[in-house]
């Protein structure tokens, strides 16, 4: 007697969502960008998936591709630690910049990406975004920056890490001062030092739906002071309650929403 052997699922077809714990078929998951049809989860996904979204087929525009870190501080482990995440993610560094179309509208770029080291701020990353808000407000153009961060300040770099901050910062007032618009687009998650310095100083400052946005995490905090925090405390629902950001925009309504966005401010 003939017996047809078993066929087995073929691995990667289906994903468990971590909000619902729904299982989703792969497919119908990316189809919606990458977000769960059941229950609205935005699920992460990388820099470059992110640029594809968002900005208008083949007219990505890669600044500073070549810009790598180095080992300042000789700190244990770091060069290796830099060639494996450039080897697992794609990516050289935590940001990529460039430029762009978004339905037609050029537009600066930059995008952070959580997989590489947390997403956190390094020389390299604060030295792209610095040379991606110098090139918007010499073009001129307006800026979008899509903040995926959850590590802050890079630690294995010191205090070259932290001055980031400030250098982006004062990159963003004198685009300010020119008149330069700068769209901040929060997701899940962005926290310490990027949360605390550029990542909040959008003029408009839109971010995905439950995404987590603060400096230190929730765990941190309640273990720190003690206190039962409130209901949904540094999701994006809670802070656009309480005034920290403008909007909370789907990704699938993100392009529409930005080309829109720079129309009514007449960029």
Partial sequence: ?????????????WKRCPGCQATIFRKEAEKRLGVCPECDYHWYVPARQRIAQVLDEG??????????????????????????????????EAAVTGSGMIRGRRVAFGVTDSAFIMGSMGSVVGEKLTRLVERATAEPLPLI????????????????????????????????????LFISVLTNPTMGGVAASFASL??????????????????????????????????SEF????????????????????AKTIDYCGK
């Fill in 145 to 180: 920056i899509i903040s995926g961060s959850g590590g802050g300040a890079r630690m294995h770099e010191g205090v070259l890490s932290l001055m980031q901050m400030a250098k982006v910062s004062a990159a963003l007032a004198r685009f300010d001062e020119a008149g330069g």
């Fill in 239 to 258: 802070l656009l309650e309480h005034g920290f950001i403008d909007r909370i925009v789907r990704r699938q309504d993100l392009q529409s929403e930005l």
């Fill in 59 to 92: 007219t990505f525009e890669e600044w500073d591709a070549d810009l790598e870190s180095t080992d300042p501080l000789h700190f244990t482990a770091y060069p290796k630690k830099l060639e494996d995440e450039q080897r697992r993610t794609g990516l050289r």
């Fill in 202 to 235: 959008g003029d408009v400052v839109f971010a995905e739906p439950k995404a987590l946005i603060g400096f230190a995490g929730p765990r941190t905090i309640k273990a720190t002071i003690r206190i039962e925090l409130p209901k949904g405390f540094q999701t």
């Fill in 1 to 13: 007697m003939l017996t047809r052997p078993k066929r087995g699922v073929p691995e990667g077809l």
